[in-house]
């Protein structure tokens, strides 16, 4: 399983058939976005939004200036709505705050527990 997301997964492909891509990967996470979220609502409004006064002109054939926004514009909300995969669940080691035998406490954690016991 890769974890490149979809804006660098489309490197190469032409910049304006990258960003309509991407800009219907965005509007389709919208439409599933559920409503109380509304902070990841408003980025993904914003971000569709910005873009949309880019793409006024020929996407195939942009001006330097244009093509050099979009770039930015991809490159900025490429992890906008990216969803990640659900943890793998395994009987790995358990992480406790403990130091194991084999491990040197560090002198700044042994001060800051000594600090906290002492008040």
Known sequence: MSNVNSTDATRGMPLGE??????AELEAALDNLESHRTIERDAIELALGSVRELITGDLAHPGDAVASDLNLWLERHKYLAEVQPPPLHDDGPVITDEPSIDEEPDVDDVRATNVRRAG
């Open 18 to 23: 990258r960003t309509l891509l991407r800009i």
